[in-house]
């Protein structure tokens, strides 16, 4: 296979399955369609202007041969239809000058047809293909297509200037039947026609007087309805609507909520610290020497503290606010909240203070705490169960809210992975790697995922203020997540000595994942429906949009990935990499982002500065894209070198650019969670100025009490 | 519905479903698994060191960069003789009270494979200094660097492995010095090799390259790469230009043996190794190790004598054959 052929086999891959198109370029065995292609494109754009030019001659000859028949015999009835006011006005008066004056002039320019005749005539002849060989080498193609540019540019050059001769001669025409329409005008004697334009007239100039609706009275405004009066001066950037006003919240509650967000705060711009650090190790490997910085010990530093430090505690504490919010009744416990959230930081830090000093379990992706450290992670958990669970049994509802069925099976399920994840029992030989695809993977999907969608379930209908689409597609989605996505684990093991039967159910499993991927897309986006225009007015939108745009992307590339011959392609290679951060970063971050932004302003009452929560949003979006489309641009050829039987080392050298990117994209994301960083300091302390106007108020309140 | 009204029933099933499916898709073929394979009867088990270095290897991450499987694909034909099998895993326990299992299979090859490397590289020489800064021995190499392995000393000691490496990188701190742990983690690399399957090759492996004989361009391609199997098998050490590292890897350049008429003694070295000059590193049989075809061998000796100024005439696939024929009635050098 040469190289050609892979680009243009790589370009079809890249356009199907990523989010960017690239160009096709066809070559060697598709040459015959390449070419037949353009022909084809040529000889319909050509028959469409011939038509254009036909239809225009055709015009012009009905226009030619009526203006041979004699004046008395012309219809000038239809130019009477419709007339506006100003035309009835200059008929009108043309009507009482001419009782005046009775001259009349004549004057008929003919533009002759000699312009078009001066037009050089020159059809480019296309060039003559002549078959064979010839055509499938390259420089013959591109010659070809060289040469067909400028003739074809001249066809079209040609046509345009053939149909601006037409019209213009088209419009002497006209020009000439209007004289003779002026004539007549001027000629015509009627006076009941008169009296009957002028009616006419009246009844066009009516207008509305604009107060039909609200009488002579002033405006007023008694019920409040219209709020977010501003200066009237430019705004710097779009105004987004503020949260509305604060629920009655329990203030512990609150307290709560915003440290489990603190902290997830934290381990996100910590974690993807170390990720930008590690992603810069691509490109410069020599960046430092010290052992507890390496390479190996780093990668499971920043993928364990953005997993279970960063997304987990976000989730928990979004968790924590809806739970109770859906049931309809307070938290069970407060304290057992704490508790989860101490031991939750004490195993992220334990366990990143471990990966560094060289202590891990053996390996497995996500797995790489050792016991102690995620026996405390699934204490936490354990706590949180017990807490979800007695809230949501003392509900002042009927129903559970499908928030709850998702959130609370979350947990459920977290802590039977992580069991069967350490216990030792059934970790021999390749028992370990069956274990690991299952575990690592329903990581991603039974406890991110699904806890995540529990939230979007929440805070999707509150900002759109408006219900959930349809409650029977998110059953759907649940239970059929829970059916596909338990069998998908061993995908990560393709070909790889673990049992065929048990890698094809995992294939089969993540072909299935399109029911509840489409199932959950079809109702987020059909809840948006009819709403749409809310989203430049809000600053969470946006966010919950591009989640749930990931979240149909992001997994049906997981569903195509998984099959065997894109395995051949992929595995082990960058584009997994970039697939795990459109999902785990498209989709969890931007959703537990959106739900922090929704339910922060409502707990501390502060808004964020909106030019930076457009920061945060755009450098993250577009980090990610600059991140990942490289990476699985760059995978793809690398898939296809090692395919080829290239020098591995080949393909390392290949890589660099797209490591650079890669690199590029990460450091915006990183500066992303910098303003998100920012914007959530910003809602708990707001802007740290004493506001005048509050001020002023207080005051008068504290006189007022006095007096 | 009155059963998804009820919190227990509902989570119970949920839970119930979830764990069914997971003892289907996990621990039963977990168990199964153990219960099913063993250990080739071949395999050579870990020495002390190697499992040594082993831990090594888990605590600072390799596995993250370098897999160790060798998929029934046919792309994977590079990375060992045939594909991986549960048995080669089947050995592998629980490390220790704190730490799992560790197969090290691993998901990215952002490194090369390693499941052969013992056979593939086994010069302790190489490896040391590979491991010391990965560049000097493969300028375009992104692996990390792993200096705290080893120490600069101002005079080594008798029992000491000395490390020669370019000026450039000891800039006059002395002599480098493997510490234990290097040589640990290169024991560990050395020992990692695929034991032969008890009659011959049995396992095929899946999704071979097309050959279609009308298509020109295959053809040609057929037709061993020397620039690329040199960047393979033999850049490593001999580098891109030929004149590999002083002290460490001889040069190819202006080489007698290379440039002899008569290709014999330079073809057993590339099948069988060399091991006769106690100033640079042992050389392995590329070769064998490799089960490089004769075409594949005339290509790297082509390459070889025809690059860097060398200028000896070109063997033939045919006369490779022959000779081969002939190695093999000879006793090993």
Redesign the interface.
Known sequence: ??TH?CKAKVALIILIFSLSISPVSAQDTSTQKFILLISTFLVFAISISVLIVAKLTKDIVEQFQKSKQQNFERDYDKYFKNLNSDQIEIFLKNKELGRKTETVERTLAIAGLCFILSTTISFGQQPVISEGSLLSQTGIIITIVLISIPVVCGIFLLMFKIMKALRAFRNTQTLSEAEYLTAYLKSLENESLEVSLKIRKQQLDYQLSNNELMGANPASDEKGLIGNIHDASLPFVARKKNALVRPKIDADLTRLVLWYVRCATFWLVFGTSVGEFVGI???A??ID???WL????L??VHTNAVFWGWASLAMLGLGHYVVPRVSNTKLFSINLGWYSLILINTAVFAGTIC?MA????????Y??Y???VMLLFGVGLALTLINF?KT??RRTT???YIS??YI??AI??AI?ISI?A?V????????????QG??MHQGVG?WFMLFTLGIVYYFLPQQLNKPIYSYSLG?LA??TQ??FY??I??H??V?????WW?QT??IVGSVGMVIPVIAGTTNFTMTFRGSWYKIPDSYTLPFFLTGIVFYFTGSLQGTAEAFRTTN?LW????F??AHSHITMYGIICFLVWAGIYAVVPRLTGIEPPQVTVGAHFWLALIGLMFYTIPLMYGSTLRGLM??E??????S??FMAPF?LWRAIGGSLMWLSHLFFAYNFYKMLVGSGIVDVREAAFAKLARENTLN | MEF??S?TK??SA??L???V??LF???M???N??RN?AALPGEEMLSEEAVKGKALF????????H?Q?V???E??K?WGKR????A????????DL???????????????DLTTVGSRQPSKEWNLVHLF???IV?K?????????LFEFKNEAANEDIVVSIPEKYSAGQGVLVAKREALQLVAYLQSLKQTDVPQGQAIAF??KKQQNITDE??TV?SVADGD?LY??HC?ACHQANGEGLKGAFPALKGRPIVADDNPELMLNIIMNGYDARPEFGVMPAVGKNSDLKPEEVAAIMNHERGSWGNNARKVTPEEVQKLLDRIKNLPNQ
Request: proline letters at 7%; a neutral charge.
């Open positions: 296979m040469n052929h190790k691509f490109v490997p020599d020497h010290v052992s390496s390479f190996g010990r990668r499971p990966l060289g202590i891990n379990n053996g390996g497995g992706e797995r790489e050792i016991w102690p669970l949501l049994a009927k129903e559970i709850n069925w609370i099976s459920i399920f039977v069967v350490y030792p029992i059934w970790q021999n030989g390749l028992g370990e790697t069956i274990v299952y575990y039974m059953i649940f239970w829970i059916l338990t069998l684990g061993t990560h093991f070909f790889s000595s673990i049992p048990l159910i995992a051949l595995h082990f290679t960058d997994t990499v090692w395919m039987g290239k020098p591995f080392i080949d390392v050298v490591w | 998804f009204d919190h509902l989570f949920a839970f479903l979830f764990l499916l997971t898709v996990a621990i073929p977990a168990i698994n153990d394979n888990i605590a600072n991450g390799c596995v993250a960069c897999t499987q998929r029934n694909v792309m994977d590079m594909p991986s099998l549960a080669d895993y089947a050995s592998n326990r629980r490390i704190w730490r799992n299992t560790a197969t090290l299979m691993g998901t990215e090859r952002t490194g090369p800064n990965p560049r493969v375009e190499s992104i692996m990390p660097a792993y200096p705290w899946l999704y361009s295959v391609s690329a960047a393979t850049q």
